[in-house]
């Protein structure tokens, strides 16, 4: 499940491919009771990443 991977690479520090599970799972999947909580997670993701940059 692309949840899951998604988490899963969070937990392993692993961004970009916790982002491209969570976009796949928005664009394959857009009916998915996981789609409001993959975009939250990816709109968080972006905003640490952002955050770290400075």
């Known amino acids: 499940m692309l949840w899951e991977r998604g988490q899963g690479a969070l937990k392993t520090e692993e961004y970009d491919l916790a982002e491209e599970m969570f976009e ?4 394959d999947y857009p009916d998915s009771e996981y789609n409001e909580s993959a975009r939250s997670a990816l709109r968080k993701l972006n905003e640490d990443l952002a955050d770290g940059e400075d």
């Open 24 to 27: 796949r799972l928005i664009q």
